[in-house]
């Protein structure tokens, strides 16, 4: 509780942190309830109110596609799906490349040489290469987005995580709790994953904008969500089409995607400088 209060105590503090924060947490508010409240479907077409410019006055906020929809209502199931999959994506690496490292790092020896070979090799595999085969093999759908990104971004977490664990096992705790015999699984579990709470929630807030423009790549490419869904990267697809014609399908997704990209940034240094003090420039 204390760590909590200290922590939420040097956001407020960052007057940029804070910011972004609540940005975040306002898109995000806005993307579940702002469907509701714009009164228009996300998929249903009116070929009588295509491509019209963002107004006040004729109900399209945000304007309208080349096939008649809102694109304010689009924009906020865009944001909801971007952030679901980074969100989730993100805790399923999370919870590989965090059990992966602790493992590696804590037993070391052989078995951490062929777990770390094991992710270099992982590394050498082409990631695209990789997304087009699981695509061709199973089919477009949601799922595999999140296998795609959950089996790049874990490397990173697992490389960071066995490196604290090889510091964090020559503790006394460590020792203590070997010579008392704490089986080694309990003394993973219970003893040097907590200690590396700080390091992993820092490392997870850099890593969902990793996340989201992976996501949005693959939609970009259209390989990522699909119709009758919408993310950031797929109406920014749609946007680059109608650039010069009808700029506002462009520029208010990408705007968005920039925007929640920015403010993970900002939030992401602002906890490692909560972390890591002496690293703060």
């Given amino acids: ?12 503090q960052n007057r940029t942190v804070t910011f972004c924060a609540l940005l975040l947490v306002t898109l995000a508010l806005l993307s579940l309830f702002g469907p509701w409240i714009g009164g228009h479907s996300n998929i249903a077409a009116d070929f009588d109110s295509r491509l019209l410019p963002p107004a006040l006055t004729d109900g399209h906020l945000f304007g309208t ?16 799906i971007t952030l679901f999959v980074a969100v989730v994506a993100s805790l399923v690496s999370l919870g590989i490349g965090v059990l992966y490292g602790a493992v590696a790092g804590f037993v070391g020896g ?3 040489g062929f777990m770390m070979r094991i992710v270099d090799g992982l ?10 085969l699981l695509m061709v ?4 759908s949601l799922f595999l987005i999140f296998v795609a990104i959950g089996a790049i971004n874990w490397l990173d977490m697992a490389r960071i995580v066995r490196g604290q664990t ?47 423009l992976m996501e949005s790549f693959l939609s970009f490419l259209g390989l990522g969500i699909q119709e009758p869904q919408t993310s950031l990267g797929t109406l920014v697809n749609a946007g680059v089409d109608h650039m010069g014609s009808s700029s506002w399908l462009l520029v208010i997704p990408g705007t968005a995607l ?24």
């Fill in 1 to 12: 509780m204390i760590a909590v209060t200290r922590a939420i105590g040097h956001i407020r």
């Fill in 65 to 80: 596609d080349e096939l008649g929809r809102d694109l304010f209502v689009r924009t906020l199931y865009g944001i909801r």
């Fill in 110 to 112: 052989k078995v951490d």
């Fill in 123 to 132: 590394y050498a595999l082409p990631f695209i290469f990789f997304v087009i």
């Fill in 137 to 140: 093999a199973f089919g477009r």
């Fill in 166 to 212: 090889m510091s964090l096992k020559q503790r006394g705790f460590v020792d203590a709790a070997r010579l008392i015999g704490v089986p080694t699984s309990r003394i993973i579990f219970r003893h040097i994953t907590p200690n590396l709470l700080g390091v992993v929630v820092v490392y997870t807030t850099l890593a969902i904008p990793q996340a989201i």
């Fill in 258 to 281: 920039a925007l929640i990209l920015i403010c993970f940034n900002f939030l992401g240094d602002g906890l490692r400088d909560l972390a890591d003090p002496r690293g703060k420039t």
